[in-house]
């Protein structure tokens, strides 16, 4: 070679910030943690919202079950993730993912029966009647008037804990489960700053395509609440 | 179950809570790294907050700033300051970063709790020969308090549970048992490490409930139910659903459903 080359971007003499070479370099690496923070966030928030629906069914019975399961949702978000990811660890193993998906699982779970129960609750009582009075059974009325009346605010609800679980998926870094987030911890304990830019912009861009996905979903899925706008 | 019973005779064993990694000077300097961050966001988010609330300019912005700390990985964050070589590895990155995070719910929470506060009350205000100033200060901030304090709760709150994470960077706090366990493999002390956390995040969050419904109107009831249950507003203001406990308080100043419920979280 003529032309020696000079030390990587991503070496420690330069140790760029961002680094094109590195992305190449380490593409497979990257690709890897990238598909495990895609698939453990797919399934947290499929088990989250699957979870979610009956739990604010249930809470929209009495007064008490909603405070309760409330202030019970509230008691789980109060407590810091490493925390409770340690804390699941005894019950559901150290070597794989479970404890992770579980707690991210209980924090999701505040967030999305919050805005069910809200878009429930704005259902209007004379629709309900109405329905009710035109032979709707149960189960009818809930797939055909009161999901869909209440579908804004579900979606609405499905947008932030997205956007919460890819950004606080990470954190399992830290016991070895995080996808992206061992990516970022890998390149800071190796001192490789653009393993740790590229991570974190991974990360971001995830979440902001995974907000415009659903966005559009919820603009096509409610063509109503544009109108008149 | 071997490993519950090794954490509870950890915390059992008086040795383990002096000294190197004791729970004691663990739990202290959480603290103090906690405090020092949120007082520091605090400072800029309360200043520019009420700033902009005031002006009633700069609702975008907030919105992108609430959206943006939302995405942005706190994790990354800290590996990010922690990388760069004129701050390293300490307990000033640990500061630096959590106040970064505790700034958004304290700025969207002041500002919002600014623009909510009733226009007429704001006239009437003006018109009884009120100043600027003295609108502000009598009748604006008293009345966007409880808002403010929502902000303030929740930076604390998340800024306590991210100094766990913070140990990595530098930051002397609970963290440290579980990393060091980790390291060490010792297991009990991880887990140990792990409920004192939780349990002190528990009395926190009790805590500074109490505090808040002091400041805040309502009836006993839906001020102990505050307590108790996490305020919502401040888990996603100001970007759409800031229905708090709606029709426990009608008269809530802070019960924005009126224009929160249809819009959806990021525009």
């Keep these: 070679m003529l032309l020696a080359a000079g030390p990587s971007c991503y070496s420690q003499s330069v140790n760029s910030w961002f680094c094109w070479q590195y992305v190449h370099d380490y593409s497979s690496d990257i690709q890897r943690a990238f598909v495990q923070h895609v698939e453990l966030a797919a399934l947290i928030l499929g088990i989250s919202i699957v979870i979610s629906l009956p739990l604010a069914l249930l809470a929209l019975r009495t007064r008490f079950l909603r405070s309760t399961i409330l202030s019970l949702l509230g008691f789980i978000y109060t407590i810091p993730s490493l925390a409770l990811f340690v804390l699941l660890q005894p019950v559901f193993g150290v070597t794989h993912a479970t404890p992770v998906v579980v707690a991210l699982v209980g924090y999701a779970q505040l967030l999305l029966v919050r805005n069910v129960l809200v878009g429930l609750e704005e259902v209007p009582a004379e629709v309900l009647e109405a329905a009710r009075g035109t032979g709707y059974g149960a189960v009818r009325l809930l797939l055909r008037i009161r999901i869909p009346i209440a579908l804004p605010a579900i979606l609405a609800g499905i947008r932030l804990t997205t956007v919460s679980t890819i950004s606080l998926l990470s954190v399992g870094g830290l016991i070895q489960q995080g996808g992206l987030g061992q990516l970022i911890l890998n390149g800071q304990q190796r001192d490789i700053r653009a393993q740790v830019v590229t991570g974190i912009i991974i990360i971001v861009a995830l979440a902001l395509v995974a907000d415009l996905v659903l966005l559009l979903a919820q603009r096509l899925a409610t063509p109503w609440t544009r109108m008149g706008t | ?267």
């Design chain 2, 1 to 267: 179950m071997d490993l519950v019973r090794g954490a509870l005779s950890y915390l059992g064993d008086g040795a383990n809570w002096h000294g190197y990694d004791g729970i004691l000077p663990l739990t202290w300097s959480h603290v103090k790294i906690t405090l020092l961050a949120v007082l520091l966001a605090a400072v800029i988010g309360l200043a520019v907050g009420i700033l902009l609330g005031q002006a009633r300019r700069g609702g975008g912005l907030v919105t992108a700033l609430a959206n943006l700390s939302r995405a942005v990985p706190v994790l990354g964050l800290l590996a990010l300051l922690a990388s760069n070589a004129s701050l390293g590895v300490t307990a000033t990155t640990a500061i630096l970063a959590l106040a970064v995070f505790a700034v958004a719910p304290i700025l969207t929470n002041s500002y919002t709790g600014m623009i909510t506060v009733d226009r007429e009350t704001v006239e009437a205000a003006s018109g009884l020969g009120m100043s600027t100033r003295q609108v502000l200060l009598g009748v604006k901030l008293p009345l966007a308090l409880p808002l403010i304090a929502a902000g303030l709760r929740t930076a604390l709150l998340q800024t306590f549970a991210t100094a766990t994470i913070a140990s990595f960077v530098g930051g002397e706090t609970l963290g440290n048992l579980i990393n060091d366990g980790q390291s060490t493999q010792r297991y009990d002390q991880v887990l140990a490490g792990a409920i004192c956390i939780a349990v002190i995040a528990i009395v926190l969050d009790l805590l500074l409930g109490g505090a808040q419904a002091l400041v805040t109107p309502g009836s006993r009831g839906a001020r102990w139910r505050r307590v108790i249950s996490r305020s919502s507003e401040t888990l996603d203001a100001p970007s759409g659903r800031l229905t708090e406990h709606a029709g426990e308080s009608p008269s809530d100043t802070r019960d924005l459903s009126g224009h929160g419920t249809q819009r959806t979280g990021i525009s």
